[in-house]
């Protein structure tokens, strides 16, 4: 990238989109290119790992396969990048995240495939509760890459990319957090959003603990509980039966979990819905009807069976009434909006921010 | 210069004839590069020509060496020159990467009246000369002398007028003890065990001598290998590089970005002015932030 920075500049401007995420970092570039990748880094331990490896970094599922012979790194645990020890994940120190993060953002650009002699855009979309030094370090990771960088939430970019600007609430359910932002024609502020905890990681752990409650000699890791999860996962009462196989005394065991997998992800409903509701209730009361029949549902966790009409039915209860609207593409919804919004931005707002 | 030792036979003018080399010039390339090597040999040369009449002088390089021929100069004068030149080149410096190099000559000196009879003779002996004084740790400048016809052997060049160096020089007064013992010991006046100590501890010293001085050198020589690996090593890890370019398959250029000529918010989108409201709110924003953290940072550094 040394090279990129170096080089002269004068064949146009790519935009970039990003979405920094807990669990998947996505970009999507006004080149065409869009790629994904679990927010995993993981160094080479020694010259022996380095060489049977073939590279000093890995990213992504590479990482996790061979995590064992990697110092392993998910510098954004909880949407926001790490400053403590990771400790679901062996070595998680402020200096190791803050590299992390930054070779996770250098990386998505990579795939992104950026010329060498145009110049890059990009704005990033954090997580709502993201911490002035968080945004700091965010940048800073950035700026090594790319020419010029803006941050902007998570939800709102999901909201612009729909062109939904006015009386939308937008549920972003990621792996770390449940970001709720109600969104009114205006930029949104501190009293119209709601970050919650219960996100996808929040799912695995309660699901987890319903196995190792009843499935008696079962042995299973949490990557284990994440895959079969992210299979099955649903909150219908007609949902697909959840047949996983774990070792039991070292024998293969198949098990029908589809009831804990239910419970599971059904528990994060009631706390959106009421989030959900704070946001409507100190909305004006004329238009909060409106407000109630555009919800929109992104991230990761909206990819959940059932998750759309389990969350109106609850409105239905809870306020009365309630439309919800998943979007198309989970995966790439924040990073979509963020790439209209990079490419939308005026020229001379990108050069006052070089 | 065939035609200058010509009519210095004709007219029976005294001539010096001598061959400059500059020790260790192959490493120094190695390790710096032509264009130093380049620059030594000019210094050289210009040095030799402040040394000499200008006028008088006939030089010329050749390969890694310089060849002088220095008309109308008598043979005690020709040693003062050689002398001249090997220590004006212990005080020429220069600058390559970053460093201060010294360098230091050999010379390989012949006169007319050192009996030589052809001009190939004297090219012969000055370069045997130089050779010899190069291997002796340069630094120095030897005379060449004929061979007694007699000797049949090989011509070999003598040293008659080393220049000084720190080996040379006077008996050391442990050589004197050491003869006096010996002479005492021989003609009966003196003692066998006084001898044999102190034969014991002349060779000791030497053995500590040559010890010292071959760990010395091995070290330079080692740091000098060292440097000229990684010199090479670079050099390599260039040249790949730019066979990369030429031969490798062509890198990925990137791809053009579709909104090459396209940027900016549609002015016929219904709510343009709305968005327009939104991106610039999310640019205050963010410049807000950058000035902030701007702020933080260079209070911290205050």
Same mark, same amino acid.
């Given at each position: 990238m040394e090279t990129m920075t170096n080089s002269k500049k004068d064949h146009g401007v790519l935009y970039l989109g990003i979405d920094l995420g807990t669990s998947r970092t996505s970009v999507c570039a006004s080149n065409g290119e869009r790629a994904t990748l679990s927010s995993f880094v993981g160094y080479a331990k020694d010259v022996v790992s380095r060489k049977s490896l073939g590279a000093d970094i890995l990213f992504g599922d590479d990482a996790l396969a061979k995590r064992m012979s990697l110092n392993l790194y998910r510098p954004l645990s909880q949407g926001v990048i790490q400053e403590g020890a990771d400790t679901s994940h062996g070595l998680g120190d402020k200096a190791g995240n803050l590299r992390a993060a930054a070779d996770l953002i250098k990386e998505i650009i990579a795939r992104a495939k950026p010329r060498k002699d145009e110049l890059v855009y990009a704005v990033i979309g954090a997580p709502?509760?993201? %911490?002035i030094h968080n945004k700091e370090a965010i940048l800073d990771a950035a700026r090594g890459t790319v020419d010029s960088v803006m941050l902007c939430s998570e939800p709102f970019a999901v909201a612009y990319g729909l062109d939904m600007l006015d009386d939308v609430l937008v549920i972003d359910i990621g792996a770390g957090t449940v970001d709720l932002c109600r969104m009114h024609g205006t930029m949104p502020d501190e009293s119209d959003q709601i970050t919650l905890t219960c996100g996808g990681d929040f799912v695995d752990r309660a699901f987890e603990e319903r196995l190792t409650a009843t499935l008696e000699g079962a042995r299973f890791s949490a990557r284990m509980v994440k895959e079969a999860k992210e299979r099955y996962a649903s909150v219908a009462d007609d949902m697909e039966p959840a047949m996983v196989t774990f070792p039991v005394n070292g024998k293969p065991t198949v098990f029908d979990v589809t009831e804990q997998l239910r419970e599971a992800c059904r528990l994060i409903i009631p706390p959106i819905v009421e989030g959900l509701g704070k946001l409507v209730a100190s909305f004006d009361p004329e238009f909060q009807d409106r407000l109630k029949d555009r919800v929109l549902l992104a991230g990761?966790? %909206?990819?959940?069976?059932g998750l759309d009409t389990a969350i109106e039915a609850c409105m239905q209860d809870m306020l009365g009434r309630g439309k919800v609207q998943r979007i198309e593409e989970p995966m790439y919804g924040g990073a979509n909006g963020a790439l209209k919004i990079a490419h939308d931005m005026p020229a001379e707002y990108w050069e006052q921010l070089k | 210069m065939t035609a200058e030792f010509d009519r210095s036979t004709r007219f029976g003018t005294p001539l010096a004839f001598l061959q400059i080399g500059v020790d260790r010039l192959g490493y120094l390339h190695d390790l710096y590069g032509e264009e130093s090597r380049q620059e030594i040999l000019g210094a050289i040369n210009d040095l030799l020509r402040r040394s000499t009449r200008s006028s008088d002088l006939l030089g010329y390089p050749e390969g890694d060496r310089i060849l002088a021929a220095v008309p109308h100069i008598e043979g005690e004068h020709a040693n003062f020159l050689a002398e001249r030149l090997v220590s004006g080149a212990r005080g020429l410096t220069f600058e390559a990467d970053g460093r201060t190099l010294r360098i230091t000559v050999s010379i390989g000196l012949i006169h007319t009246a050192d009996g030589v009879e052809s001009f190939d003779e004297m090219v012969v002996l000055a370069r045997e000369s130089m050779t010899t004084a190069a291997e002796k740790g340069g630094d120095r400048y030897l005379r060449a002398v004929k061979p007694v016809? +007699?000797?049949?052997?090989?011509s070999q060049p003598a040293a008659p007028n080393p220049s000084p160096s720190p080996t040379s020089g006077e008996p050391q007064f442990t050589d004197v003890l050491l003869a006096e013992s010996l002479r005492q010991a021989l003609s009966g006046e003196g003692s066998q065990a006084v001898l044999a100590k102190e034969l014991l501890a002349k060779i000791m010293s030497e053995v500590e001598d040559r010890f010292q001085n071959s760990s010395g050198t091995g070290d330079s020589r080692h740091e000098l290998l060292e440097r000229r690996v990684a010199k090479l090593g670079d050099m390599l890890s260039r040249t790949e590089a730019q066979l990369r370019d030429v031969l490798?398959?062509?890198?990925?250029?990137g791809i053009s970005s579709v909104y090459h000529d396209v940027q900016g918010?549609?002015? +016929? +989108?219904?709510n343009v002015e709305q968005k327009k409201e939104l991106l610039s709110a999310l640019f205050d924003a963010n410049l807000r932030m950058k000035k902030i953290i701007e702020e933080d940072r260079s209070s911290s550094k205050s």
């Open positions: 709502a509760e993201a %911490s990761g966790g %909206s990819q959940i069976r | 016809p +007699e000797t049949r052997g090989p490798g398959p062509k890198a990925d250029q918010l549609n002015p +016929e +989108e219904s």
